[in-house]
């Protein structure tokens, strides 16, 4: 007698390219976990122990939080079928909301949450990508972060746009369990996208005089990954923004902004370029020179701490 057995696919290596194309395969399944066929979301608001319905609001930060918690249980499942362990952040406004590690290299995967609605056909109302300030700066640091930011292998978005509904839910209206199918969904038509953060971040700040990174507004640049730094590479990133300051970080370093947009910040590197241009020679020589000269220093400074 024959007994069939599951077969069970193997797990595939994994770098940052890999994961990066599982994560978008995943979340094209995402939209059956949040949404009903006809694409309207399936939260409809919060009940209470004596099964009285409360509309959910509109507000970005509570809508992003709930998508969070639907999908938890997805990104579980993603992990344990690729060999993956996840962790979550320990508290609120931790990096990054996911930390992948492969369990047979135990290399470290970031990927942060980040949703926004449409503000018309082809355009997002804001995105922000987090910090460049404290951690992003600071990259072996575990402030604020569940590892440091440079342990980790990629740094991903997990990005979902949607549109809302054009007039705010009545929230002093009470509905109950038999009223369900009357509470119109806040937020419908989904679009998920996974990118690494380089590639879809701009070069200005999220909004303001903020210390956040931000994003390119354009929905098919998101989707794709067309930001102003995916042709120039995550160094040219790394560079613009560990360097960037606010008019409040000059002010409160009594310097002038060394630039402010890829225009100004190519000027500026093109002058340090230029001032440097000819002199390797000259400063190798004297790099090796004031070396050496540190060197006695520290040495005439420990005869004098052993007297």
Known sequence: MLISRPIFAQPVDINKEKLLELLQAEVQEYNKAIATDKGDWIVKGFIDVAKNIYTITIDTKVVSKVMEILLIPAFYKF?????LTLELPPQQNFYPDLSFTDNKTGLKYAVDIKSTFKDSANKIKSLTLGAFTGYFRNRESSKNTLYPYGSYEA????????????KSPMEKTVYTIDELQEIESVIRDFQFFVQPKYKIASA??????????????????????????????????????????????????????????????????????????GKKDVIEKLSAEDEAESAETDIINEDEVDE
Do not use: C
């Open 204 to 277: 200005s700040p999220g909004s303001g005089n903020t210390k956040n990174i931000g994003s390119t507004n354009t929905i098919s640049k998101l989707i794709n990954g067309e930001g102003v730094f995916a042709s120039l590479g995550e160094e040219v990133y790394d560079d613009y923004w560990t360097n960037y300051l606010t008019t409040d970080m000059a002010n409160s370093a009594g310097i002038k902004r060394p630039y402010t947009n890829l225009k100004s910040y190519l000027e500026y590197k093109e002058r340090a370029i230029s001032a440097l241009a």
């Open 79 to 83: 992990a344990e079928k690729h060999d």
């Open 155 to 166: 740094h991903l978005v997990l990005g979902v746009i949607y549109s809302q509904i054009e």
